[in-house]
């Protein structure tokens, strides 16, 4: 009878800590390495600084895709007039601007103690989407020029600096164009920046159908450029050739960058160039759905997420990318070599001076279409 009375009291007091607990229920989109580093290490750094919290991470697909399948969630949720599943979402620039509009997520970063701690552009605008508020950044890959410093002394400053120095060095730069990968992409949409006209209407609109025709000599530029450079295979494949000495340049993801060399996969000499007036980037997000009952939980996790001391530990060290957070609120919370790693080619200052958004979907759409007909052909 006792053991009866003692066991029923056990019962009763784990199910009255069941229902006290606190889950937390965060959804990203990415590969599972998002998934991975909310579950393995932020999630148990929260719950440590909130006891009888439990932080639940659920994975969404990578791409857009992935955040596709949240806004769709969030949508009918809210059609349905029901709670939001999710507390916390993290997702890519495109499903941002979107669930703004749709009124999905709600503005929260303006009350966020780090809040103040990022000014780059893409903060506030989403490929065209005003987001102010809405969104903090989670981390930014950045494309750059890397090369090969024991065949080139003095790398271009600048896009026109590169296509005099190719016109000198014929095959020797490779991208991959606009297929196998978004480094080539991105240094396409440079291109266009630096030689199309107005680069601050291509990443803020309003769009105007009639701009591509503005293209025409910047694409032809272009068209004679890829005479004298290397088609590669895709990401991978740029950073393939430069290990095999096969092309001294051409551009790369930043983290894919260090990634290699980390992994013995590429020479330790090789370095990066992030060149004038810039070369595009994208983040993720961090957002908190307008029907989360949870908004101020979820805040205090976003806030620990964009941190100076996680940015450091959990964004750079782990995975190679560029904090949420602008650069310089790190110094200090790096050990020298991680800093040297990560900034010695590419300064804070430079980072926020050339980090640039991708264009707006339609004038993206755009130049992508206008390099199919005028440059691939």
Known sequence: MRKSLLAAGLA???MSSAASAQTLNVATAGDQNMVDYIKDYLGPLFEKSHPGVKVVAVGTGPGDGGSQKIFEKLDAQKK?????DFD???????????MVQDGLIKK????????????????TNALGTDVSGYVMPMFHSQTAIAYNPDLIKNPPNNYAELRDWVKKNPKQFGYNGIKGGMSGVAFVTGWISAFGGDAAKLE???YDAATKATWDKAMADLKEFNQNVVITPGNAGTLDMLNRGEIAMGPVWVDMFYTWKAD???????????????????????AIPSKTA??????????????????????????????????????????????????????PDTLAANGKPFPIGPYFNDILETYEKKVAN
Do not use: C
């Open 12 to 14: 009763a007091l784990l």
């Open 80 to 84: 349905a007039a029901a709670a939001a």
């Open 88 to 98: 916390v979402v993290v997702i890519h620039q495109k499903a941002a601007g979107t």
């Open 108 to 123: 929260y970063r303006d009350a966020l103690p780090t809040g103040s701690l990022v000014t780059r552009e893409s903060a």
């Open 204 to 206: 803020k609109g309003p």
């Open 264 to 286: 013995g996969k590429l020479p330790p000499t090789m370095r990066l160039k992030l060149v004038s007036p810039g070369m595009p980037g994208q983040p993720m997000y961090y």
């Open 294 to 347: 949870q908004d101020k939980l979820a805040a205090e996790f976003i806030a620990l997420a964009t941190s100076p001391d996680v940015q450091a530990e959990g964004i750079v060290k782990r995975f190679n990318w560029y904090p949420g957070i602008d650069a310089k609120n790190l110094e200090g919370k790096l050990d020298q070599a991680a800093w040297n790693q990560l900034f010695a080619d590419i300064p």
